[in-house]
């Protein structure tokens, strides 16, 4: 009986090919009868790990990412060993060099590449190894236990790895390059001659600005000559030269070739059954050498043979870093300055460290780091998101202000952290779990790390450590994020598509947003429904619904629960200012549902801490009878408003903070943001309200307000940037409004402000809330409108009876 199956046949079962199986099997798991062709005789492994595997550091087992029962329980029929040798188009077969014939539907070809083997007279004798496969691998192995000299001809990334890795075997490594400094790709000379120094006193030699004429030897290679007619000695010579895409076979079917397959940005070759992935494709005239633009082409393949259309693929940026113990080495983009270009240069040789920023229009074109790279990440999405880094120019070299809530900034390297330091203060989560996860689990990107140990999954301020760990863990294929990282596994689309989909295609529901972005999922996740939830909201203020169901637990019961099962209820207390009265209403509420612990929040607000969640609406009626409104303290939301006594008391006020910050707070109380959102209002530059690690912070001063934004307090402190001066209480309104709605309307969920600035410059917000005064107002008032329909109470409604089944126990049955 014929399946209706479509038939996909794979010709290469390596990083690439079997990363787009996996994501295929993610979206369409029933719908393909998968075959897969690998020359090699192993099953998928990572060749990311080969040099560890040199070296000793790992064995060949740990490199496996899926074994041979990953293909039996995904019933794909795996063909090791076996190597295709003709495509024929026209039948829609393939044919292997032992005669077997297996039709596809769908073919993708992931040849990957080659290693060049220079045409120079000797190049075939014994003891001469390419460094491309763990056949390569074992092979060295065998000669280093045997031999004692070794040549490496490359100094680029591969040949310094493989230089290494023979070293620590014992052999006497030398080292020739063409170039006057190594990995001149991704180093400049200064970054060159510091790796180079660091190399030697490891003991490798170093042989630069010289080209081989020929290997010498008569049965087995025993030396090289170079053109200036000098002689060195060699039992092996590895060829690290460089790779060359493998389209042979796709050029015997007629497939058009130039430097590799030639493929559309839906990875489809000419052939439109045809697709092609990983370093033997040819996209918009580049290829691609390192893993991770591998895999954002897999997940386009993917997705385009799952017949979603929902993606393109339109290149890579790419980093770089050496996977060479104890070196710290990190370079992405162009570092090469033109005329247009400026530098900045820090260079402290007794460290050894060296880091030089190349910016163009202040946004970062090229970084090259060694010795300190902790801040390669941030660089690098800088680089990505074309962010203005104009205001940051005083200290960018210095690294990234935010250093998670670790508290780490001072170590140079996530390398040198002891596997017990704190990573993810939100989830309790140490480096050491973090650096198990990605071996055990053969994790490769942010999404999946956050997926198995939560770290990074919460405030994310400490996404930058969390990637450092990442790269220096899986090494120099790293990239430290897509350019559109999609939200969640049940979609391919990212936060700025949805919010983009939402204004353009006036959706007014989750499912109609679903539906029009081809979810994978009917019912999305907990991830995406929460996400989705919020970006309606803010843009159709009174027309969309809230729907309790996709917010987390926390927001849905309208307060915090705690480690026993209990929760706490913290009424707003406008600016920080309550009365006899009101401290008397809160003590007999207390007394009355007898709270076992009453406590003065740092946000000047008194918290009940122990309530069950049935007496909730009881307590929050009688709350509301005292005339108090929910405090948000459990919501992405304006929690707090923080004051001082200001001018009514102080002997140093300036101005009326306290009452400024009541009717900030008045204004802004009931509003969902993308995450929690604090402003303070201190009435003197003694800062006793401590604006400037808000979110939005009034610092008063004789002549008016200065207002800063993106602060962050906590484990990790992250001070504020100022954004302008104002002279009237009404202008300190109006800027606060204006900058909480561009913040709701742009930042990705989830995402504090501190970051949120980082990533889109501070020049981005004064752009659109200081310089511009007519979209000030526009802004301004959008916020006032998404007001008019966010104040009312959530307690008083639910006291009254509003989704009474969230607070209604579980009967007991006996």
Not at 479 to 491: F, L, N, Q, V
Request: net charge negative; charged share 25%; hydrophobic share 35%.
């Amino acid at each position: 009986m014929k399946s209706n199956k479509v038939r996909l046949v794979v010709i290469g079962n390596g990083m690439a090919g079997m990363r787009t199986v996996e994501e295929l099997l993610k979206m369409s798991a029933d719908e393909f009868d998968i075959t897969v062709f690998g020359a090699e005789p192993q099953p998928n492994y990572n060749r990311i790990l080969l040099s560890p595997v040199l070296s000793g550091e790992m064995s060949f087992q740990d490199t496996i990412l899926n074994d041979w029962s990953w293909y039996e329980q995904n019933r794909i029929t795996l063909h090791a060993g076996k190597t295709v040798t003709r495509i024929d188009r026209v039948g829609r077969a393939v044919e292997t060099a032992d005669g077997m014939t297996v039709p596809y539907d769908r073919l993708l070809i992931a040849t990957g590449s080659n290693p060049v083997m220079l045409p120079i007279p000797g190049i075939d004798l014994p003891g001469v190894l390419g460094y491309r496969s763990i056949d390569d691998v074992e092979n060295m192995l065998g000669m280093a236990s045997a031999r004692k000299r070794a040549v490496v001809i490359g100094g680029g990334l591969l040949g310094l790895e493989a230089a290494n890795g023979l070293s620590l075997r014992g052999m006497d490594v030398s080292v020739v390059h063409l170039c006057d400094w190594p990995m001149e790709r991704q180093l400049d000379k200064a970054g060159g001659d510091l790796l180079k120094e660091a190399l030697e006193k490891r003991g490798l030699k170093f042989y630069l600005s010289r080209q081989t004429e020929a290997l010498l030897g008569e049965t087995a290679v025993t030396g090289l000559r170079f053109k200036d007619g000098e002689e060195i000695p060699a039992d092996m010579v590895v060829m690290s030269a460089g790779i060359r895409p493998n389209i042979a076979l796709a050029k015997s079917a007629g497939i058009h070739c130039e430097r590799g397959i030639v493929v559309s940005d839906t990875m489809q070759t000419y052939d439109p059954k045809i697709y092609s992935v990983g370093e033997c494709v040819q996209h918009r005239g580049q290829t691609y050498g390192l893993v991770a633009p591998l895999f954002e082409q897999a997940k386009v393949a993917a997705n385009h043979l799952a017949r979603y259309g929902g993606m393109r693929y339109e290149g890579s940026s790419v980093s770089t870093k050496l996977k060479v113990t104890g070196i710290d080495l990190f370079s992405a983009g162009d570092f090469n300055p033109g005329e247009a270009d400026e530098e900045l240069l820090l260079q402290d040789s007794a460290r050894g460290v060296y880091k030089k920023l190349v910016l163009r229009d202040n946004k970062l074109r090229g970084a090259v780091m060694y010795g300190d790279t902790v801040d390669g990440p941030w660089y690098f999405q800088m680089m990505r998101d074309g962010t203005d880094v104009s205001e940051l120019r005083e200290h960018l070299l210095f690294g990234q202000v935010h250093m998670g809530d670790s508290g780490l900034g001072g170590v140079s390297s996530v390398a040198n952290m002891p596997d017990t330091a704190e990573i993810c203060g939100c989830n309790g989560v140490c480096k050491g779990a973090i650096v198990n996860a990605i071996v055990d689990k053969k994790l490769f990107t942010l999404e999946e790390v956050r997926a198995h140990t939560k770290a990074s999954a919460s405030c994310g301020s400490c996404t930058g450590l969390v990637e450092a760990i990442l790269a220096n863990t899986v090494g120099g294929d790293y990239s430290a994020k897509p350019s559109k990282k999609p939200i969640c596994g049940c979609t391919e689309h990212a936060h700025p598509d949805v919010q983009q989909a939402i204004r353009e295609l006036g959706v007014k529901t989750i499912r109609d947003l679903m539906q029009a972005l081809n979810w994978k999922t009917p019912d999305g996740c907990h991830v995406c429904r929460p996400v989705l939830n919020y970006y309606l909201l803010a843009a159709w203020p009174g027309e969309y619904e809230d729907d309790s169901h996709s917010r987390f637990v926390n927001e849905r019961v309208h307060a915090n629960i705690q480690k026993d099962g209990t929760y706490s209820v913290i009424p707003r207390i406008w600016g920080g200012v309550t009365s006899p009265s009101e401290l008397r209403a809160i003590a007999e509420i207390a007394e009355r549902y007898e709270v076992p612990t009453v406590h003065i929040t740092g946000g000047q607000r008194i918290g009940l801490y122990g309530i069950t969640k049935e007496n909730l609406p009881r307590m929050w009626g009688e709350l509301v009878e005292a005339g108090f409104v929910s405090g948000h303290a459990y919501g992405k939301a304006l929690r707090t408003v923080k004051t001082c006594v200001g001018s009514d008391w102080c002997r140093f006020g300036t101005q009326d903070s306290t009452g400024l910050g009541i009717k900030v707070e008045k204004m802004t109380w009931g509003s969902w943001t993308p995450h929690k959102f604090k402003i303070a209002v201190s009435g003197c530059p003694r800062n006793c309200a401590e604006a400037t690690i808000k979110d939005f912070g009034v610092v008063c001063v004789d002549s008016g307000y200065e207002i800063h934004v993106g602060g962050n307090g906590g484990v990790k402190v992250r001070v504020t940037d100022f954004l302008c001066k104002v002279e009237t209480e009404a202008d300190v309104l109006e800027y606060c409004g204006a900058f909480m709605q561009l913040y709701r309307e742009q930042a990705n969920y989830m995402e504090r402000t501190a970051p949120w600035i980082e990533r889109v410059g501070l020049a981005h917000i004064k752009q659109h809330v200081v310089e511009s005064k007519a979209e000030r107002a526009e802004l301004y008032a959008r916020f006032l409108k998404s007001q008019h329909y966010s104040q009312d109470d959530p307690w008083k409604e639910r006291a009254a009876g509003k989704d009474a089944q969230e607070y209604t126990p579980l009967a007991t049955i006996e």
